[in-house]
């Protein structure tokens, strides 16, 4: 479910099309949440502010973390020690935040990544259905494209 996580949080923030991958992880027997979830949100530059577009981008990489945290009753940080890439994913949102708002302060950028994992937490709530649906789609296929996950989308929203 972590990686649908990511995908049900990068559609509801409006995020561009991406694909869904945990092929590698069941050919090497691994957890499902050793997937990759692909979703370029730095697209959106230029057509939102700067901080919605990082905010979104850090909800988007956060997701899995949530996802994680709310089905094993681990803390946030337990889960986000254990996902380094997602990690590195909400750094780089951040980096991206300081170089699209060179003036922003650290206490800015901070409230910003906070916003974006109460984002995060809130869809991951709401739309726990949709991720549960969606990922046993992902382990049936193994992958989704950007077509297949447009078209998956429009059908569960019928």
């Known amino acids: 479910m972590h990686e649908a996580a990511h995908a049900v949080v990068a559609w509801r923030v409006g995020g561009p099309g991406g694909s869904l991958s945990i092929e590698d992880a069941i050919k090497q027997g691994s957890r499902p949440l050793d997937g990759c979830t692909v979703c370029d949100w730095k697209s959106l530059h230029n057509t939102l502010d700067d901080i919605t577009v990082c905010r979104q981008g850090i909800a988007i990489a956060f997701a899995g973390a949530a996802m994680d945290a709310t089905s094993t009753g681990e803390s946030v940080e337990a889960a986000l020690r254990r996902l380094p890439t997602d990690a590195r994913a909400?750094?780089?949102?951040?980096?991206?935040?300081?170089?699209?708002?060179?003036?922003?302060?650290?206490?800015?950028?901070?409230?910003?990544?906070?916003?974006?994992?109460?984002?995060?937490?809130?869809?991951?709530?709401?739309?726990?259905?949709?991720?549960?649906?969606?990922?046993?789609?992902?382990?049936?296929?193994?992958?989704?494209?950007?077509?297949?996950?447009?078209?998956?989308?429009?059908?569960?929203?019928?």
């Open 90 to 158: 909400m750094h780089d949102a951040t980096i991206q935040l300081r170089m699209w708002v060179e003036s922003i302060s650290q206490a800015e950028v901070d409230a910003v990544t906070s916003r974006g994992q109460q984002l995060a937490t809130s869809i991951v709530n709401e739309e726990m259905s949709r991720i549960e649906r969606l990922a046993q789609v992902l382990l049936a296929r193994g992958t989704m494209d950007e077509t297949s996950l447009g078209e998956w989308f429009s059908d569960d929203s019928l």
